[in-house]
């Protein structure tokens, strides 16, 4: 059993480096992975005429500078693959700078202090929506996205704040009720002009009563800010679940698949990111590069071993959700080594699996990646247990290195290694 709806999630606002063509490749990827939808989430990456303070953080980035997303939206078609723009009412990517420049608008805390988010990569302020000024703004906004930049996407992609919202006074019992005007608002405008538009929105203006159940929209749930209850999923639309899968444990994508399966959603997507920019990171500037696959000899990102196996895990389980893990590891035996290799399976599982823990931050691999930031992740009283993992980890990398030497997987293991001696000749 195959989902109906496959796809994933990506953020192009944090990819300042890539261009068409590269995004044409990630789309060919995706493609490849029997995609179907993809989220591009672009608060903050198009040049928008009206607010240019909105990207004015974002200067560097390539959208900017060539407004190339109407093209990759018609190649995405040409593919197959329906096409949503992502944005968040009143916060993150875009709309934080415009609230920085815009400070009389920002949101509150209770003792009337400007709340400020926490994000990535536009983390400035966000916006309290009880004002007039911001409400238009949020328009406006979301109009020009679509109507003037985007006409050709297939819909949109509203995601409600995850780190928390304008805590005002109103806003406090009332926050939840203005998003969903907007939602509404902006949802009619767009069904207007395309009545056949996807709007993908969370469920919780359903779940807390603020709106009557509408089978036009979407939903989606999340681990994380959306769950799932029955009282939303008697409704007769079409349903999504999301898996944060790209900065995360390689266990999280079966997980999400199953609980999409179990739950009868039609839909599974994940989180396929690229972030690629330089922002602070532990008190020093540090560039993201997207996949951060530093090793990589691929031509393109994706096409390195470990996106490959991230790949590959979510085109599995969107296939076959409820597999089991002895089916899995048999897929992935036939799938990299062309026969059955149960060690081989083993080894390129356990690489994978160590090198998706102890993100630094999101986009930014742990210290196993980058041991020149060992002592920037670990305060010094977690450093001894840190080295005696790590110690174990690269003992066992040793070993995969020579065992598979003529090989990517041996190259990545050593790769590490070589790092690793280099700057900390001590563990060895």
Known sequence: MSFRIRGYYVIPSRNQFWGLS???RYIDCAHEDDCNLIVLWIAGSFPSRKYPETWSYNRAHRNIQENFYPALIDYAHSKGIRVVLGFTPYAYDGVASYASKHPELAGRNPDGSIYKTQGIHDVAMMLCPNHSEARQFMLDYVREMVFNF???????FVESSDYGHCQCESCQTNYVKREWDFVQQISDEVWQTNPD???????????????????RFTLQFTPHSAHITPDVLGINCDKLYWEGFSFSSINVVAR???VAYENDLDGYIVAMETFGYTQELNGRLVKYEPFDVPWSTAEFPMEDLVPRFLRFSYRFYSQNPNATEQDYRAAISRHFFGEENEKGAEDLV????????????FGR???????????FQYPPD??????????DVLKKMEMIAEKHC??????????????WRAIHPELF
């Open 406 to 419: 003529s090989y990517e997987l041996g190259h990545i293991a050593r790769w590490i290694i070589d790092k």
């Open 150 to 156: 985007h006409p050709n996407a297939d819909g949109l």
């Open 197 to 215: 538009a996807t709007i993908v929105i969370y469920p919780l203006y359903f779940q807390r009563g603020i709106a009557e159940p509408n089978s």
């Open 350 to 361: 356990y690489v994978c699996s160590v090198l998706q823990e102890d993100f630094q931050h």
């Open 256 to 258: 999400g698949a199953r």
């Open 382 to 391: 977690k450093r001894p247990e840190a080295y005696a993992r790590y110690k």
């Open 365 to 375: 691999r742990s210290s196993l990646v980058h041991p020149e930031d060992f002592d």
């Open 22 to 24: 590269e995004w044409k």
